[in-house]
Nanobody
Framework: VEFVESGGGLVQAGESLRLFCVVS????????LAWFRRGVGEERDMVAN???????YYIDSVKGRFTASRDNAKKTIYLQMNSLKPEDTDHYFC?????????WGRGTQVTVTP
C-alpha cells in the first residue's frame, strides 16, 4: 500500500489549494478514503472522508470550505480547499478509513498566512 500526497503550498488567508493523493495497493472501488492532518502531537486527525461511491463527511471546521472528491480510475483522491484560514495550517495526509493502513505517505504541507 502506498499513498503519495501533493498539492500543498504557502498561501494567504482566503486563497485556495487543491490536494492530490495517488493511491496504490488498495481496491478503490470498495474503499473509503480520508484526508487527515497532523494536528496536536503525533496523532493524525481526520478532516474529511469519501466513500467509494462518493459520499462525503467533513469535520465542522471545514464544512462549506473543503470538498473531497475521487477518481477511482486514476486511483486518486482530491481535497479542494477554499477560503483557507491560518488555522488550516498543517501537514495533510490521506489514508484508508475508518482503519488507516500502517503505511502513511509523506503528506503535504499547507501553510496559510494571515
Amino acid at each position: 500500500v502506498e499513498f503519495v500526497e501533493s498539492g500543498g503550498g504557502l498561501v494567504q488567508a482566503g486563497e485556495s489549494l487543491r490536494l492530490f493523493c495517488v493511491v496504490s495497493g488498495i481496491i478503490m472501488e470498495i474503499q473509503t478514503l480520508a484526508w487527515f492532518r497532523r494536528g496536536v502531537g503525533e496523532e493524525r486527525d481526520m478532516v474529511a472522508n469519501i466513500t467509494a461511491d462518493g459520499r462525503t463527511y467533513y469535520i465542522d471546521s471545514v464544512k462549506g470550505r473543503f470538498t473531497a472528491s475521487r477518481d477511482n480510475a486514476k486511483k486518486t483522491i482530491y481535497l479542494q480547499m477554499n477560503s483557507l484560514k491560518p488555522e488550516d495550517t498543517d501537514h495533510y495526509f490521506c489514508n484508508a478509513c475508518p482503519w488507516p493502513r500502517a503505511e502513511w505517505g509523506r503528506g503535504t504541507q499547507v501553510t496559510v498566512t494571515p
